[in-house]
């Protein structure tokens, strides 16, 4: 198979957001009962909350991952002024970032992501519910800021089949950093000139928009927002991914624009994990190259991407145990779950160094499982890893060898599994 991308624009009056407010075939997770916290299978998460102050964001039911790839960042981030002031005043009011807590913080009811990279950085955000297409077409919405300090520092949306998801999804090539993209899953993803574009990777092939089959689609992959709307980091314009086994819908309804609107080779999976991502590639460079970013700026810098009001519909939900602490290595190896492992568990993390091993409870130790990938990992790249837990499990240990750039390290740690517990 390979990628594609569609859409016609239509300008109407918009709804403005205020700022204050490997390699096998696996069966998706079985359908579970929604929690309490669904309005019956409709996933909405507001990212309520007015701290004071910028606000380090790490709910229980959602994996958080900030990922930094140069060994000089392992343990502090480069700095930047991230938007929103001390006192969460709005943009253009900036503080300072520079660590791994302060990359997802809150403020004024809505959660932000910011991270800086000479080399290459990223964010992933995951919630506890999968989007259901087996009955027809599901819908995801998220509210996002608009502004572009840089067209080096861009967001996506991964939609993966739950064995399948990784922490560290990554698209560009192998040099670059992590571990490729998933064996199986779509990616939509903001380009360089404002524009979203789809791929769909399915067996180790991909199929991007609007190049399959025979540019046959439907839909306006070349027009960037900035045409119908002035971007704004102040407020959070709503887009949209509609899909079924056999379309794909992206675009932002509220202007009746729609990048990709298609039919698409038919899926065979019917329920994906959603991750929201934000990339930092070096930033400062190229500026104002090949007419990027739109609107031209005096000086690239990092980016703050502003997020509110997620819906997923219809959901279905699995677990996320979230460990204490959640970074191990030749210091401090010993990582504790705040709850003990549920049935079918799944320990997930991203790992550097070789002949990485778990062991659960003081058990046997055992070669810690690397996910299939599009593409081999590189050695001086972190790994995304799925190891299978022992029901009841609450300590795991981590060992490795160093590798020729530094120590082994591990981080990102979490336990998922597919069973959900009545709040």
């Not at 660590?99 to 919630?127: F, K």
């Not at 990784?166 to 040099?175: A, E, K, T």
């Not at 991914?241 to 298609?262: C, E, K």
Request: glycine share 6%; proline share 9%; charged share 20%.
């Amino acid at each position: 198979m390979a990628p594609t991308t569609v859409a016609s624009p239509t300008e109407v009056e918009p709804t403005v957001q205020p700022e204050p407010s490997i390699v096998s075939t696996i069966a998706p997770p079985p359908r579970v009962a929604s929690p309490a916290t669904l309005d019956g299978e409709r996933f909405v998460e507001t990212f309520d909350g007015a701290p004071a102050s910028p606000t380090p964001w790490r709910p229980s039911n959602w994996d958080v991952t900030v990922h930094s790839r140069d060994v000089s960042t392992f343990e502090q981030l480069e700095p930047m002024a991230a938007e929103h002031g001390p006192d969460c005043a709005g943009p253009p009011a900036t503080h300072e970032s520079s660590t791994y807590e302060s990359a997802v913080y809150q403020c004024r009811d809505h959660v932000m992501t910011a991270i800086n990279a000479g080399g290459y950085a990223m964010i992933y955000l995951t919630p506890d519910r999968m989007v259901d297409f087996s009955e027809g077409e599901a819908v995801i919405q998220v509210d996002v800021s608009t502004l572009r300090s840089s067209d080096r520092d861009w967001w996506d949306v991964w939609i993966t089949p739950y064995d399948d998801s990784l922490q560290l999804p990554l698209d560009l090539g192998s040099d670059v950093d992590a571990t490729g993209p998933p064996r199986v899953g779509i990616q939509v993803t903001l380009a360089t000139e404002n524009q979203m574009k789809a791929v769909i990777w399915d067996d180790f092939e991909a199929v991007q928009f609007p190049d399959w089959p025979n540019d046959a689609v439907t839909g306006d992959t070349f027009t960037g927002y900035e045409t119908f709307l002035t971007p704004d980091a102040a407020r959070r314009d709503t887009f949209e991914i509609a899909i079924s086994r056999n379309r794909l819908r992206v675009g932002m309804p509220q202007y009746d624009f729609w990048w990709v609107d298609t039919e698409i080779p038919e899926l065979d999976w019917t329920q994906g994990v959603v991750q929201l991502g934000h990339h930092s590639y070096n930033p400062t460079k190229d500026c104002n190259v090949d007419n990027t970013p739109v609107p031209p700026v005096a000086e690239c810098l990092p980016n703050t991407w502003h997020w509110d009001n997620l819906v997923i519909d219809p959901s279905v939900g699995f677990s996320i145990v979230q460990v204490t602490p959640t970074q191990a290595d030749a210091s401090s190896s010993v990582v504790e779950l705040e709850q003990a492992a549920l049935p079918d568990s799944h320990l997930r993390f991203t790992g550097i160094g070789n002949q990485l091993q778990v062991r659960f409870d003081g058990a046997a130790w055992e070669d810690a499982q690397v996910q299939a990938t599009q593409r081999e990992t590189k050695e001086e790249h972190f790994a995304s890893y799925w190891h299978p837990i022992p029901t009841g499990t609450t300590r795991v240990e981590f060992r490795g060898e160093d590798w020729w750039g530094g120590p082994w390290l591990v981080r990102g740690v979490s336990a998922w599994s597919p069973a959900v517990v009545a709040n």
